[in-house]
Every structure is written in structure tokens, then in C-alpha cells.
């Protein structure tokens, strides 16, 4: 227990006063009833527990509490002095000074003599308050040990809260995902029918397609066969008039039987006996003319083309046409062939 | 000679409206998926449900547990808080986190960080009180008059030395210009 209090120039107070177990200090603001609990606090614990913010650095202390130079506080407690000095030496730096009965001493020696003297405690509430709330409750179940295993305990409380929170997190992804997928499927315009039916008539129309793709390839085939019939057709007609030719051929005088000097090919040989078809004979004065079916093989032909071309003339000479362009020309026509002979 | 150009026409029609019916079918197993999935994530929302009402009923048991571990100390705790409250209305919970305030008379919990000027002081005192301070100084200017009286006539009997600073002692309604001492205080008048 405090018995006295004594300052000097603490918050610019110089206090000397004893003091009760309990004791009730009234009077205005300013008076110093906080001043006289702050330094007991300072004399015990060298700091203020009580201020807004404990400041446990000598210098700042004597800025804060002191006149800047120095401050003093002493107490009795169980009877035994104590006393706590700061002074700010000549190079700026403060000084501590402990005494115990007047004489010095250590920072343990005034420890020990104050847990000697009755142990007094004011408690630093602004550290406490400062923790954390799982530092406060391991603090206060230090002085008042629960039952049982709270580490455990803990850990497993721990556990299980986090397992709430992943569920929860969990149901609301699920619950977000579902009403996207709900969203989504109704964005969606289905036509009228279902699923079923509407592979239900793709598997019938890919038969239609199988059956229409056989019916198609029956047709080309058949088709295909008819044109090879009738090409097989053409073919025997085209046998038969190259037989006849043969024959004409053989039976024809030598004169104008050509002497093929190797096969040619019945078309060709059709061509070369086409009384129209076009050829180019060489005239007796150098140059060439355009003739039909007279050739070097056909000197019959062209006998009979001659006489042909006189009874032309004569029918014309006796239709009075001696002046017409085309009398000349059976004319000049009639002596080609015959220069040609 | 038979017309293939029919046959063909009537094929194409067909693949025509095969691929119409192929897009219609792609939707009809778009909307399936979907509607699959939806399924799938109702029932693992439904196996999480059941899962959170399990992992619910356990927490509740545990913290149960440790309501029963800790209560012995938070009363403990509690009345060391009484010893000091006038109202003796201290919270300590310690089961779900720190709850520590006072209770009000409709019930509800006042923490500390919530409580009135004088209700700090008087749970500050408490508070050294309850972390083994023998020395209390309480700050009780913020205090009105009925409760420092009732605060004081419970540190009377305290084994604790007490330095009570304020501003309005109690006073006698009788004699309000006189000042009531409880037993045991010594009254220091100061700025006198």
C-alpha cells in the first residue's frame, strides 16, 4: 500500500501528501487529482499507464510530465521509500535515477524491493486494451485457466469454420451457375418437336437418301448400258456399210478401183468416196482449184461430171440464158475438166 | 433412258433438309447438356447443403464444448468485473471470439469499444481489477453521483488500495452541500 506521495516539478506540481487505502480526491479540473495517480504510476512502473498513449521514453516522459529539466516522484510503500528522478544532463540526454531509502540503486534492485514491499501493482490497461482479442482472452485465461484442451478446441472450431465458408462458397458458385445455365437455356428458341423426333426423321431421311442414291446408281447404270447398246448398234451398221463399200469396191472396173497401199478406216474410206467432199486438183497451168469428189481415182465420175455440166449448158443455151453468169460458169467448168483430161 | 436429274434433285432436297434437321437436333442436345448440368449442380448443391447442416451441427457442438471448458473461467472473470461495476452487469464470452462489454438492462451487450465515457472508466477499473492490479486508480469524473456512490460503497469493501479522482463526490440530497464519505474512504479535497 501507498502511504505518501511526494513530487517535484511533476506536471508542475510539487505534491507532498500521505494517503489512505482508499481514498477519494475531489476538486475542480486542474487540480491535480490525476497528477498525484500518474506519478505514483510513474514512481512504481517509470511510465503512465493512464495517459492516451503510454510513452515509456525518459526524454519524452520529462517533455510530457516534467519541466523539461527534471522531475521527481517518490513513494512509501510498505514503509520503504522509493524514489524515481529524470534529468536532462548538460550534452541533452536524460538521466534515470533510482533510490531506494535515499541510496541508489539498480533497475532490479528496485524491483525486488518493491515486490518486498507489497508487490504494488497499477496495471498498464492501454496495453492490454492495444491486444488483440485472441491475445486478451490467452492473457486473462493465464489468471483464470479454463478446463479442459482450448487448443484443441480451437483448432478444431477453427477447422469447422473454414468448412462453413468453403460449403457456403461453394452452394453460392452452384447456385450462381444454375441460374446462368437456366438463363442461358432460355435464350435458347427451340423449334416445335423434341429431341426424338427430330433424329427420328434424320435417321428416316438418311434411309430416303440411301434409298434415292441406289435408285439413282441403278438409273446411271442402266442408262449407262442402254448408250453402250445402241453405240454396239451403231457399231454393226457401220460393219455392214463398210461390207457393201467392200464389195462395190471389188466389182468396180481396175481403172477406177483405187489400190488402197494399206486399211483405212471405214469412216474415211466413207469420206473418200462422198461425191461432195472437197479436195484441191492441180491444173495444167500450174495452179490449184477447189474440186468436189474428183480425184485422181475418180475419172469416172468425173466423166459423167462433164456430161453432167454439157446437158446443164444445153439447158440453158435452150432457156436463152447464153448471157447468164451461171452459163459461164458451167462453162469454164466444163473446161476445166476437160483441160484436166 | 431413265431421268437421273429427278433422282438427283429429290437427294439434294433430302440433304437439304437433313442439315436443317442437324441444327435443329444440335439445339435439342444444347438444351439436354444444359439441362444435364443443371442437374448435376442441384445435386452437389444439394450433397453441400446437407454437408453445411452437418458441418453447422458440429460447429454448434464444439463451441458448446468450449462454452462448457471456459465458463468456470468466464464467470470467474465476470465476477472479478462485478467486484468493480456498479451495475455488476460484466460480459465475458470467450466461446465465438472476445465479447466484453456490459449488459444492459434490456439485454443487450455493450462491448467496450462501444461504451459511454463513464462506462470505460468504470470498466478500465474493472479490468485492472480482474488482471490482478492491487492498486486501483479510477478516473471517475465522467461517473454521475448515484454511481460513484454505488461504485464506492462496493470498493469499501475491496482489499485493494483505491485512488478515486473525481469531481462530483456524492452528496446527501438532505445536505447538498455536504459531501458523503463511505466508510472506509478519506475524502482529499483539492484546490481548496
Known sequence: MITHI?????????????????????????????????AIAF????????????????????????????????????????????????????????????????KSEFAVALDRAGDPRIIDLNEFIGMSDPKKIETLFKLYPPKGDLKNLDSDIEKSKKRISVLNDSIRNSTGAI????????????????????????????????KAREALRIAEQKNAEEQKAIALANK????????????????????????????????????????????????PDGHTVKSHGFNSHGSQIESCAAESIKKIIDTMVAADCSMCAGLLVAKSELKNYEGAK | MIDTEIIQQQIDGMISR???????????????????????TQNERQLDEWALELEKENLKKLKSKKTKAVSAAAEKIESKMNEILPMKNAVFQATDGLIMGIREENGNILRYNSLSGAQEHEMNAALSNVLGANILVIEGAEIDHVRTAAMLEDLAGSDKQVLFNTCLP???????????????????????
Not at chain 1, 13 to 32: C, R, S, Y
Not at chain 1, 180 to 204: F, M, V, Y
Open chain 1, 6 to 38: 511526494k513530487t517535484k516539478g511533476f506536471k508542475g506540481l510539487d505534491l507532498n501528501g500521505d494517503l489512505a487505502k482508499k481514498t477519494i480526491f475531489t476538486g475542480p479540473n486542474t487540480a491535480g487529482k490525476s497528477a498525484r495517480a500518474a
Open chain 1, 43 to 106: 514512481a512504481l512502473m517509470g511510465f503512465i499507464p493512464f495517459a492516451a498513449k503510454t510513452n515509456k521514453k525518459a526524454s519524452d516522459l520529462l517533455d510530457d510530465y516534467g519541466n523539461g529539466e527534471s522531475m521527481l516522484s517518490e513513494v512509501t510503500c510498505g514503509g520503504v521509500l522509493f524514489e524515481r528522478r529524470l534529468w536532462r544532463k548538460e550534452n541533452g540526454s536524460v538521466s534515470t535515477k533510482l533510490r531506494i531509502d535515499k541510496k541508489g540503486a539498480s
Open chain 1, 179 to 210: 441460374n446462368n445455365l437456366t438463363k442461358s437455356k432460355t435464350d435458347i428458341e427451340l423449334p416445335a418437336g423434341s429431341l426424338a423426333e427430330t433424329q427420328k426423321e434424320i435417321n428416316d431421311l438418311l434411309a430416303g437418301i440411301d
Open chain 1, 236 to 283: 454393226g451398221t457401220d460393219d455392214s456399210q463398210a461390207g457393201f463399200d467392200k464389195a462395190m469396191d471389188e466389182n468396180s472396173p481396175p481403172a477406177v478401183d483405187p489400190a488402197p497401199t494399206e486399211p483405212k478406216e471405214v469412216t474415211e474410206r466413207l469420206a473418200e468416196t462422198d461425191p461432195y467432199r472437197e479436195t484441191h486438183v492441180s491444173m
Open chain 2, 18 to 40: 437433313g442439315t436443317e434437321l442437324r441444327k435443329t437436333e444440335a439445339l435439342f442436345l444444347k438444351v439436354q447438356g444444359i439441362d444435364e448440368t443443371i442437374i448435376n
Open chain 2, 170 to 192: 456524492p452528496r446527501s440530497d438532505d445536505w447538498p452541500n455536504s459531501y458523503i464519505v463511505p466508510d472506509g474512504f478519506e475524502l482529499i479535497v483539492l484546490g481548496d
